[in-house]
């Protein structure tokens, strides 16, 4: 059974700084494709940032490049994503989620949350002065 569990959310004013932290059992994140989402309020879930497959290299969407980045560790099977400069508009539920292979090697299919096979609960980023 796989199980992802996030943490790391808060208040934070702009301009902060909040490392969110995606724990997994089941699956080891470091084989898989690993992304954050985030769902904002009467909003569709967006994708935030992924890793698409061991080795590859990370994807952004355009509104966090230059502020978050995603990483793994793989000693504690956990995704992070670190965001810097933080705005009110990244205020929003954070997700995690990984998907199965087989990959595509190309195409967008890793910003869409459909593609996903397994899923947090969510942790909540406010973004607020």
């Known amino acids: 059974q796989v199980q992802l569990v996030e943490s790391g959310g808060g208040l934070v004013q702009p301009g902060g700084s909040l490392r969110l932290s995606c724990a997994g059992s089941?699956?080891?994140?470091?084989?898989?494709?690993t992304a954050w989402f985030r769902q904002a309020p009467g909003k569709e879930r967006e994708f935030v940032a992924g890793?698409?497959?061991?080795?590859?290299?990370?994807d952004y969407a355009d509104s966090v490049k230059g502020r978050f980045t995603i990483s793994r560790d793989g000693a504690k099977n956990t995704v992070y994503l670190q965001m810097n400069s933080l705005k009110p508009e990244d205020t929003a539920l954070y997700y995690c989620a990984t998907k199965d292979p087989p990959y595509l090697y190309g195409g967008q299919w890793h910003a869409v949350a459909d593609e996903y096979d397994y899923w947090g609960q969510g942790t909540q980023v406010t973004v607020s002065s």
């Open positions: 890793i698409r497959y061991r080795g590859a290299a990370a």
């Open positions: 089941g699956r080891t994140l470091g084989s898989v494709a």
